[in-house]
């Protein structure tokens, strides 16, 4: 049996998965969402590449052109989902096109809404890359830290790596004239390995409260979640929390510590949680405002 994953948000519901299965019929009342003020090239971007036996189509979508990768399968009802290269349909051999074509106006407003979703975390995350240069600036444990370059063997600290400051520096083994891309992942490679040191101490810190053992943590890098815990008690927790204020790291800590406990979220959940972090509702807060795959943010 595959172990049960308890996520700390709910991930990104997608029509045809594990929604009821959507089975277009004519009477079914369609809801374009016509208010949405969508740039065109959000919607008929074609991708450089399809996926195998995926074919490009469009449609006319609330007075905007929308186009997508459809692709033939074995499945029984049609699937929607939003992917890095926009939208992605699956449907059965069987189906017709314009029965396709009315399943997404069906889910017209959820389409577009995680379509502006998408397309601002792209313009984000293009933001990102002014970061990764000499003097750039990154968050670190809530605090901005800046970057610097010399060259040397291995990178340092410069500063209380435990209690950051805005003048502290990571000092990168590379030269002055590196690539983005090298000193992202060279920075990357830093804070992954403060995050497996620093979210360590906090798991033992908090399952002495809780009175509970696990089975093994490791870190992750899932771009829809922040931690999760399994029926096995494995702890899963995000590296890219290490961008975050103490206190946040604590409440996604604590959060997976207490589903050791109690595998679901009701209300005996929600009082243990409060017991071992009294102030996650200040930090959960905080933390929805952002998703993994946008950082860092900060």
């Known amino acids: 049996m595959t172990p049960r994953q308890l996520e700390l948000f709910d991930s990104t519901p997608q029509p045809g998965g594990d929604q009821p299965p959507l089975r277009p019929t004519h009477s079914a009342r369609t809801r374009p969402d016509s208010d949405a003020k969508l ?28 186009g997508f990768a459809l692709r033939r ?13 926009g939208l992605s349909v699956q449907a059965p051999g069987w189906s017709t096109l314009s029965q396709i074509e009315q399943a997404i106006r069906e889910k017209s407003t959820w389409i577009i809404r995680k379509l502006q979703e998408r397309a601002e975390n792209l313009r984000l995350m293009a933001l990102q890359e002014a970061q990764w240069r000499a003097g750039g600036r990154i968050p670190y444990l809530g605090v901005r830290i800046g970057l610097h370059l010399d060259g040397t063997q291995d990178a340092r600290y410069i500063g209380d790596p435990d209690q950051p400051r805005t003048a502290d520096m990571l000092s990168l083994p590379l030269p002055g004239d590196a690539l983005a891309e090298r000193i992202r992942d060279s920075a990357c490679a830093w804070l992954q390995q403060r995050a497996r040191a620093d979210f360590e101490q906090r798991l033992d810190r908090y399952l002495a409260m809780a009175g509970s053992t696990i089975t093994g943590s490791r870190l992750s890098s899932a771009c829809g979640r922040w931690g999760s ?9 995000n590296w890219r929390l290490i961008h975050f204020d103490p206190s946040i790291i604590d409440y996604v ?12 979220h009701g209300p005996e959940f929600w009082r243990e949680l409060e017991r071992l972090c009294p102030e996650f509702k200040s930090a959960r807060d905080a933390l929805r405002r952002h998703q993994p795959a946008t950082l860092p943010l900060l």
């Open 73 to 85: 399968s074995r499945r029984k009802t049609i699937g929607l989902s939003i992917q890095d290269d």
């Open 253 to 264: 800590v604590a959060h997976e510590v207490t589903h050791l406990r109690i595998m679901n």
């Open 229 to 237: 815990c399994s029926s096995t008690r494995r702890i899963m927790l």
């Open 39 to 66: 740039a065109p090239d959000w919607l008929t971007t074609r991708p450089e590449h399809l996926a195998s036996g995926a074919k490009w189509r469009e449609i006319n979508l609330g007075g905007h052109t929308l």
